[in-house]
């Protein structure tokens, strides 16, 4: 067996987070990705930015986890024209910068076309490839409020809500689909696509029922953690400080069980509880009597009890949580990768299992700047050593 | 005429009752596959969730059943089960939400469907997938944003300052169902790709995980994050004279262009400040001066004039500003269609494209059963029933 995409080849040019996490997800599924960089400007995510606060780089190591990594000067004219050769061997060029910047650099859809003509190219950028707005640059706090995830998150009584990585990543994965269903496009018609991703068309497609609401005439706003047709619903205090256990009850039968778990089955035959609607009516009570219960519980052992009898919960797990449990693990959900430096640490693997293919996963840890350059411009584009010496010395490939 | 969508001609089953398989199914319908809903004969529980249209109806089904058809199959009656069969036998893809525990009932366990269609790409959608020990457990939204990871660090920033004591905050919406439903469709048709008739098995949990996997590398870098400690240490939301922005600068010409755009005052022009590890230590001053100074401001004012510096801002826009947004206007983005009720509604179709034009959202959300004469050799059900 061999694992889903083997075969297909990436370009890749995409920097920061939400572009690299689609090639990231590709590259598990077994397509080869060569990570495109210069020394000159190496990926922002390589270094730390110390407004985050801390010391380290971001999420480079995970997203550049499998990855090819060559250098080349873009602004080179020979740079330039041996990322042409790398696109004519590849399948898809993947690039994450404001929108016209490739076309700048002579590497837009229809020079790369020039090259390979099904070529899929895979654009990723803040607000799309057109339109008033497509020169704006952004991250994924900007995302979110643009797209309205932001406003329509927080508090009742609270300010909108920033998104972190998340919301990058959730515009990677968004990528990597759109150019699989690209790829199928290019086999079924002998056609390659520009594909264009905007990252706030994400987050807005991510709330895009209460948009469609909206346009109705509903006016939908922040409501914390509530549901309009569930009680209980939220964030529930245990006996471990800052231990939360995340519970909803969809419907009678899961509040009678639920009743009945806290020792209080009277609650189920309660009048001001008796219906979904009458336990949202009366939230506050409901809360108040879940979380005499729940402060008193044990919180693993009260979020297997509830899933026992089959009511939604969960704690609210904090990365150490995630990376030790045997369920993830058991699903390579978490898996351990090697860094170049011998180094082991926990990574996040694949969403999903094949059972007719060999499961997506890494192979490899975070690649040095350049460290695959004798195997893509020496056997993938037959260059020889001499000649890239010359394009050394020259920074082109630099 | 319209381009032909990257999907055209691949034919989906969809088995759904939350919005990780709907939203799956959805996306794929966007890029033209044919997909049915199969659904039960008292419907998708979808149709009856929030958030609502004024007129009644589901505004959430409306979002996720567009461009889709629906039939009605009982897959406890064996005339159904084998109508049911018929459409899968035309699929390439069948997606299905059903626990684990009543898949055998339905047949619908892995083994029988694929002893039956070896062809096809058998894509499951659980919470905490269908292998493994938690297989078998249940998980609303709110559960799912909290088994990934993503809603112990929520929220931050302004959030996080005014209400230190509350518990942690979910995302809007069905935020972690959703990624559940695009990792799936990812794998679905790369499944697909693959040629490889096989079953898949995705994981709501296993998709936030993955989007949240910045928590994951930081644990492994020797640190556990908390939504009390990983806001940025200025910018963020930041509230203006009539709405917020979000003020983010990760590189210094974006710090310098910022200076600018405060009006070069004499705290912002400190020569300590260029130092951004200086900056950091100092983001609580910084922030004050900038609220301050912000609070004045009109958004979109404000908005424009940043970006034309180079600083990264953006308005946290409602609702009604997306739906009338020019930049969404620009690009087409939202497409009427017709509502349950007698109110129309507006859909987005999906957050990318394959050249210039968006794709296109032609059809509402169908009508219960509205493609029922589409079941291979199915006479109507209440025909059936009268002959019963």
């Known amino acids: ?110 020079a790369l076309r020039g090259v390979r003509e099904d070529i899929v190219m895979v654009s990723v950028s803040s ?44 515009v990677g994965m968004n990528a990597a689909l759109a150019t699989v269903a690209a790829l199928h496009k290019r086999r079924r018609t002998g056609k390659g696509s520009h594909v264009d991703v905007a990252a706030r068309e994400v987050a807005s497609s991510l709330v895009g029922d209460a948009l469609a609401a909206a346009s109705a005439g509903a006016a939908p706003e922040r409501m914390g953690n509530d549901d309009p047709q569930r009680a209980p619903h939220g964030l529930y205090p245990t006996a471990e400080a800052d231990r939360w256990l995340s519970l ?23 009048p001001r509880f008796s219906t979904a609607a009458d336990r949202v009516a009366n939230r506050a009570q409901v809360d108040a009597a879940v979380t005499g219960w729940s402060r008193t519980q044990q919180p693993e052992t009260a979020a297997a009890s509830l899933q026992r009898a089959g009511i939604p919960a969960h704690l609210s797990w904090r990365a150490s949580d995630i990376v030790a449990d045997p369920h993830m693990r058991a699903r390579g959900a978490i898996v351990d990768v090697t860094e170049t430096d011998g180094a082991t640490r926990a990574a996040v693997g694949f969403p999903a299992r094949f059972s007719g293919s060999d499961q997506p996963g890494m192979t490899r840890g975070t690649p040095e700047l350049g460290e695959h350059e004798a195997y893509v411009f020496g056997d993938l584009l037959g260059l020889a050593q001499a000649r890239i010496r010359d394009l050394i010395a020259e920074r082109a490939i630099y | 005429m319209e381009d032909p969508r990257p999907l055209d001609g691949i034919r989906v089953v969809e088995r759904a009752s939350g919005v990780a398989a709907a939203y799956a199914g959805r996306l794929l319908a966007a890029m033209g596959a044919e997909v049915f809903m199969a659904e039960p004969p008292d419907h998708s529980p979808l149709r009856r969730e929030a958030p609502f249209l004024p007129g009644g109806g589901s505004a959430l089904f409306a979002y996720l059943g567009a461009e889709k058809r629906s039939v009605l199959c009982d897959l406890a009656d064996p005339v159904d089960r ?34 039956r269609h070896p062809h096809l790409v058998h894509l499951s959608v659980l919470p905490f997938g269908a292998e493994g020990p938690k297989a078998g457990w249940c998980g609303a939204e709110i559960n799912m944003i909290h088994a990934g990871g993503e809603g112990f660090l929520l929220p931050n920033g302004l959030s996080a300052d005014l209400f230190p004591d509350r518990p942690p905050l979910k995302i809007a919406g069905h935020f972690a169902e959703m990624q559940g439903g695009v990792a799936a469709a990812l794998a679905g048709l790369s499944a ?107 958004v979109a004012d404000l908005v424009a004039r940043a970006q034309e510096l180079g600083v990264p801002m953006a308005p946290y826009n409602t609702p009604d500003e997306i739906l009338a947004g020019r930049q969404e206007t620009a690009r087409g983005i939202f497409r009427e ?16 494209r394959f050249g210039a034009q968006p794709l296109p959202v032609a059809q509402a959300a169908p009508a219960p059963g509205a493609d029922q004469h589409l079941l291979v050799a199915h006479p109507p059900r209440e025909a059936r029933k009268v002959q019963a």
């Open chain 1, 1 to 110: 067996m061999t694992r889903p995409l083997e075969g297909i080849r990436i370009a890749d040019f995409t920097v920061h987070a939400a572009g690299p996490f689609c090639t990231h997800m590709l590259s598990q599924l077994g397509a080869e990705c060569i990570k495109i960089e210069t020394a000159l400007r190496p990926d922002i995510f390589r270094k730390p930015h110390a407004v985050y606060g801390r010391a380290g780089p971001a999420t480079f190591d995970q997203v550049a986890s499998n990855k090819l990594s060559v250098r080349l000067n873009l602004k080179h004219p020979d740079g330039v024209a041996l990322a042409k050769q790398l696109v004519a061997v590849s399948d898809v060029a993947a690039e994450s910068f404001r929108a016209g910047v490739m076309k700048r650099l002579g590497l837009g859809y229809d």
């Open chain 1, 127 to 170: 607000s799309g490839q057109t339109g008033p707005d497509s020169h704006f640059a952004g991250y994924a706090p900007l995302f979110g409020a643009w797209g309205g995830l932001g406003y329509l998150s927080g508090y009742r009584d609270g300010p909108p809500v920033e998104m972190r990585h998340v919301m990058d990543h959730s």
């Open chain 1, 248 to 270: 909803a009850v969809g419907t009678d039968a899961a509040w009678h069980r639920l009743a009945a778990l806290m020792g209080q089955p009277g609650l189920g035959r309660d």
């Open chain 2, 82 to 115: 084998e109508a049911f069969h018929g459409l899968v036998a035309a699929a390439q893809i069948l997606i299905d939400d059903t626990p684990v525990a009543d898949r055998a009932g339905q047949g619908l366990d892995p083994a029988s469907v694929a002893a």
């Open chain 2, 192 to 298: 697909l790709w693959s040629g490889q008739g096989q079953f898949v098995d995705a994981s709501v949990q296993d998709a936030n995980v993955a989007v949240g996997a910045f928590a994951v590398q930081r644990f492994g870098d020797g640190s556990v994050e908390h939504r009390s400690t990983r806001s940025f240490r200025y910018g963020g939301v930041i509230e203006c004279r009539d709405g917020f922005v979000e003020l983010l600068t990760l590189e210094e010409r974006q710090w310098e262009g910022l200076v600018d755009l405060l009006g070069r005052p004499d705290w912002a022009t400190d020569p300590a400040l260029r130092d951004a590890a200086e900056r950091s230590s100092r983001g609580d001053t910084i922030n004050a001066n900038i609220r301050d100074w912000a609070s004045d401001q009109p």
């Open chain 2, 337 to 352: 269609v017709a509502g349950p009720g007698e109110e129309n509604v507006r859909v987005q179709s999906a957050p990318f």
